[in-house]
């Protein structure tokens, strides 16, 4: 007896409950009272007809990165154009001007006008080239490292919609099947057969199953808001899903890899770069000259060339391009981390994909035998040959394998995406 007291005051609260809002866990049982519970946000619009191509174009139009493909071009069209000079710096104006009114006074007079040029190192203009070629090549590998990237965005927005609207799905049908225990259990209280402690069992399961639909469609509201963010659409796919990639290896055509190796190229370009920098260019001078020695002469013109050629210094130029091939060294190391890193994960996705096809056989067989029990203890309870509650836990049980098989195939279609976002491939 002092073990049906507490369950007695959970019946006492209940009732209580029922009385102050009689719809809540009433016979009501229309589809609009079990499928769409009052919500404040509105969801998404489902589209059959909405093609994934056109998600990913509305997700890569807003994608934050979008205006650093404009500056990687630009900044290759810029070195483009300075390697294409005849000359590897701009060319200096020399003015000069000379008289003696502040001392002597005797009339000279010196002026001179000219143009100075510094002239490419051997292989420096070759090297502004090569820049400018790497350059070109960052800017089609951040294309695709780009798409890449908002792929993996949208896939993850998109499988997380797939999760919370099936979870969504499941708790409705929850509702259902509370609901249809409710009436049955009204039905046999009104004849007799039952205590209205049974009945009480199972107006509280409706409540709580009315309570997980609420916090589900919480859920699928927050999937749809960043869904929304990503893309800017209102409306949704029904459903999505994708297939194995095709080849399953990192390759050196990787987007990621790409990527990494055209900086990696940039960089060592750069050090080449700095070195040439550092060991100075040729200079050519070109200018004329007028001058006198006093007012008593007459003024001379004449023409002059120059030649300025820079020699030694490797201390200096090795110095200079230091940091440039620290910055080399440490290209190479993210390329190699990020190839280990690549390599790592698609082991991981592959094991798991391999560990849950034998995970889904076992949650498909758990799932046919609580199906089957739970109409078994339906029909008992409505013929009167069982009571509430091992039809309650039998009703539980089902909606728990059914949600866990859905759930494991739900996952792998995400790890498939995942395994094709880990070998390059975008939507």
Not at 87 to 111: F, K, T, V
Not at 150 to 163: C, E, K, T
Not at 203 to 226: I, K, N, Y
Not at 405 to 419: D, E, K, M
Request: include cysteine; charged fraction near 20%.
């Amino acid at each position: 007896m002092k073990a049906l007291l507490p369950f007695a005051g959970v019946c006492l609260s209940l009732a209580v409950a029922l009385a102050a809002n009689p719809a809540t866990a009433s016979g009501a049982s229309g589809p609009e009272a079990v499928a769409h519970p009052h919500n404040e946000h509105p969801h998404l619009a489902v589209s059959d007809t909405l093609a994934i191509e056109q998600i990913f174009q509305a997700a890569l139009q807003l994608a934050p990165e979008q205006s650093l493909g404009g500056a990687y071009q630009q900044q290759a069209d810029a070195q483009q154009q300075l390697s294409r000079r005849l000359i590897a710096n701009r060319p200096r104006l020399n003015l000069s001007y000379w008289d003696d009114q502040a001392g002597d006074n005797n009339g000279l007079r010196e002026m001179e006008a000219g143009v100075a040029v510094d002239l490419w190192r051997p292989g420096e203009r070759r090297n502004a080239r090569a820049l400018a070629e790497s350059f070109e090549q960052g800017v089609n590998a951040w294309q695709d490292y780009q798409q890449l990237a908002v792929s993996g965005r949208l896939r993850d927005a998109l499988h997380q919609l797939n999760n919370r609207s099936a979870q969504r799905e499941h708790a409705v049908a929850a509702v259902a099947d509370a609901q249809r225990l409710l009436d049955i259990s009204e039905t046999r209280f009104k004849a007799g057969d039952i205590a209205r402690a049974d009945v009480m069992q199972s107006q509280a399961l409706l409540l709580e199953t009315r309570q997980q639909l609420l916090e589900r469609e919480a859920e699928l509201v927050d999937a749809e808001r960043q869904y929304k963010t990503l893309t800017g659409l209102q409306q949704r796919p029904a459903r999505f899903s994708e297939t194995r990639p095709g080849h399953q290896r990192i390759d050196q055509q990787h987007p990621r890899l790409r990527l990494l190796l055209a900086q990696r190229q940039q960089q060592a370009e750069r050090v080449q770069q700095q070195r040439h920098a550092a060991a100075g260019n040729s200079t050519v001078s070109l200018g004329v000259r007028r001058e006198r020695g006093s007012n008593l002469e007459p003024e001379i013109e004449s023409l002059g060339l120059s030649v300025s050629i820079p020699f030694g210094g490797s201390s200096h130029t090795a110095a200079a391009s230091s940091a440039a091939a620290v910055a080399l060294a440490d290209a190479d190391v993210r390329v190699k981390q990020a190839r280990l890193q690549l390599q790592q994960q698609l082991h991981e996705v592959e094991h798991e994909l391999d560990m849950l096809g034998e995970s889904l056989n076992y949650a498909t067989q758990a799932r046919d035998l609580a199906r089957r029990q739970w109409q078994m203890a339906e029909r008992a309870f409505a013929t009167g040959e069982s009571d509430i509650r091992p039809t309650i836990l039998a009703l539980q049980q089902y909606r728990q394998s059914q949600l866990q098989w859905q759930l494991l195939q739900l996952r792998q279609q995400a790890l498939i995406s995942s395994l094709r976002q880990t070998v390059g491939e975008p939507l």
